[in-house]
């Protein structure tokens, strides 16, 4: 006699539940993290906790990088990631109230443009931009006295803290150093280009000579694609940051609204 096949049980589907208030107020608020760069625009989606949900995302920054090819290209970036509620950036210029004003790496049409204001009709979500430099510091400060950080990318990013209160636009990236090269000009990457790694970490201990007698700041925190580059004994008070930082520090523009456990 053939054997029969077994009679196929129904499999109980779960009717969908609706998530308590408890358990949404554990997954979101979730924040879309981005970084302007010269050479990329990164993004991450932070848990309410403000860890990565996932792997960060990259892709080249367009030439020209006018607003409007950037903001194309971080659509379709943003497209790739998870579900978010709010949404910081760090931008490569001066940035007043989401305004931006300048961008030396990008483009000139960034002048007084609105990029808060553009990313919030893209997203939908309440959006905060500051100074990539400022965002990345947040992601790293202990919040205790003068803290500096300097990021050495495609340009040199800086941000200064006073007991973990940021102290908006210091561009010392343009401030003259070396005859009628500013600090962007001496340790940028065009300048690591021009003159190789090891006269360039050359150049970035100089520039921690002149800065440490000046400022005088309690710690220095050295980020951007370039500071694993540098190949000299740090003075104590300075330290090399992951370069994930800059978006982490996302989390800390949001952090008046903090969620409670
Ligand atoms: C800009 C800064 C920026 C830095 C790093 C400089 O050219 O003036 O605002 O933080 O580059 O991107």
Request: charged share 25%; with cysteine; glycine share 10%.
């Amino acid at each position: 006699m053939p054997k029969q096949a077994a009679p196929k049980q129904a499999v109980p589907v779960p009717s969908p539940r609706k998530k308590t208030p408890r358990e949404t107020r554990a997954t979101t608020p979730r924040t879309l993290a981005i970084d302007i760069g010269g050479s990329g625009l990164k993004a991450l989606v932070l848990g309410p906790q403000g860890k990565a949900l996932d792997e960060r995302q990259r892709v080249k920054t367009p030439r020209p990088a006018t607003p409007k090819a950037v903001l194309a290209a971080l659509h379709a970036l943003i497209k790739t990631l998870g579900d978010f509620e709010r949404v910081s950036v760090g931008f490569p210029g001066v940035v007043d109230d989401g305004v931006t004003r300048t961008a030396p790496n990008l483009h000139p049409d960034w002048a007084d443009f609105d990029l808060g204001a553009e990313l919030h009709k893209m997203t939908k979500r309440p959006v905060r931009v500051l100074n990539d430099a400022g965002v990345q510091g947040f992601g790293v400060i202990e919040g205790k006295g003068v803290e500096m950080v300097l990021t050495l990318g495609t340009g040199m990013g800086c941000a200064l803290y006073v007991d973990g209160k940021y102290v908006p636009n210091l561009e010392l990236a343009h401030h003259p150093f070396h005859g009628k090269k500013t600090y962007e000009d001496y340790v940028g990457q065009a300048a690591l280009e021009r003159v190789g790694k090891k006269k360039w970490s050359k150049h970035v201990h100089k520039v921690l000579e002149q800065i440490q007698p000046i400022w005088n700041p309690r710690r220095i925190y050295l980020g951007g694609g370039n500071a694993r580059l540098i190949d000299f004994e740090l003075p104590k008070n300075v330290t090399v940051t992951d370069n994930v930082a800059g978006l982490l520090g996302g989390f800390a523009l949001w952090k008046d609204e903090a969620v409670d456990e």
